[in-house]
T-cell receptor, first 115, second 113 residues
Framework: GAVVSQHPSWVICKSGTSVKIECRSL??????MFWYRQFPKQSLMLMAT?????????EQGVEKDKFLINHASLTLSTLTVTSAHPEDSSFYIC???????????FGSGTQLSVL | SQKIEQNSEALNIQEGKTATLTCNYT??????LQWYRQDPGRGPVFLLL?????KEKRKERLKVTFDTTLKQSLFHITASQPADSATYLC????????????FGCGTRFSVLP
């Protein structure tokens, strides 16, 4: 199956720091990438959908200035958590989708802990 | 209101038995439904996709059914093994080839040796 690489796997940072998470599709062109947040024992909460070369579409309640998403190429999307605070601590997961492909291929996730 | 529910938060089963996980939804008309497996601290992995005009799909020891009248999908794991222990998520695909998905909360499944 297709491979999606997500880095870093773990981030521990101080409050006020900005954190960038990368999501790369290694062997296919990802026309669409999704970013999710997941709390322990809960399901995936979609944060935003991004198509290559255009602005991300954010879900209701997700601050676009807080969670900056860039999808500059067909193989790379980044999520930057700006001025992170303890309440931003969570497991962030990206997924990628090829054109007309209904399957989602997920990254391995990033556990963010803000002290 | 729109809901997607998976039958139980946790399901334990003896090794070798067949497990059945359920996914029920209300006020959606999905074009297809997917099942994913998620291990702790990892991203979900795609398992099976079944379309609205399909009744059943199989892949090795896995079988998925889709009943659009009952608005329910059943996910069966036959001859369960401890390595099958994981959280299983169902996801509704709202449009063919589209980008709109809704995920259930998952069922934590454990196979006891």
């Amino acid at each position: 199956g297709a491979v999606v690489s997500q880095h870093p796997s773990w981030v521990i940072c101080k409050s006020g720091t900005s954190v960038k998470i990368e999501c790369r599709s290694l062997d296919f062109q990802a026309t669409t990438m999704f970013w999710y947040r997941q709390f322990p024992k809960q399901s995936l909460m979609l944060m935003a959908t991004s198509n290559e070369g255009s602005k991300a579409t954010y879900e209701q309640g997700v601050e676009k200035d807080k969670f900056l998403i860039n999808h500059a190429s067909l193989t790379l999307s980044t999520l930057t958590v700006t001025s992170a605070h303890p309440e931003d601590s969570s497991f962030y997961i990206c997924s990628a989708q090829g054109q007309y492909n209904e399957k989602l291929f997920f990254g391995s996730g990033t556990q963010l802990s803000v002290l | 209101s729109q809901k997607i529910e998976q039958n139980s938060e946790a399901l334990n089963i003896q090794e070798g038995k067949t497990a059945t996980l359920t996914c029920n939804y209300t006020n959606y008309s999905p074009a297809y439904l997917q099942w994913y497996r998620q291990d702790p601290g990892r991203g979900p992995v795609f398992l099976l996709l079944i379309r609205e005009n399909e009744k059943e799909k199989r892949k090795e020891r896995l079988k998925v059914t889709f009943d659009t009248t009952l608005k329910q999908s059943l996910f069966h794991i036959t001859a369960s093994q401890p390595a099958d222990s994981a959280t299983y998520l169902c996801a509704l695909g709202l449009f063919p080839g589209g980008q709109n998905f809704v995920f259930g909360c998952g069922t934590r499944f454990s196979v006891l040796p």
